[in-house]
């Protein structure tokens, strides 16, 4: 697996930021799925574009977000995880980028 991962430390509830989150996700169109037995949040089909996978996990206070890009199609998973460096789905990974931010915002709030 070839993610970005941050690790964010919060001195806020847990829980109140893992509402806001999901909030940030499902309103930049992410939608939770089953990916390979692991929970995460995928926007778009893989047809016009990449599609886009975040994943957050709390552990104490201590949030890891993981952002990556997929090529493929549908929910097939064929294509091979990239993370968000390199020029290879530019586009794509500065999307997942940038929700990524949002995120980390609103965990250190």
Known sequence: MSRTVKIVECSRDPAIIDEQIRNILANDGYKLINYNDEMVWKMGTGLMTAMHYIKFEFSDNVLCISGWVQGGTGSVV???E???TGFTAAIPKKSVAKTMAKIEAVATQ
């Open 78 to 80: 064929g294509g091979k």
């Open 82 to 84: 990239h993370d968000l």
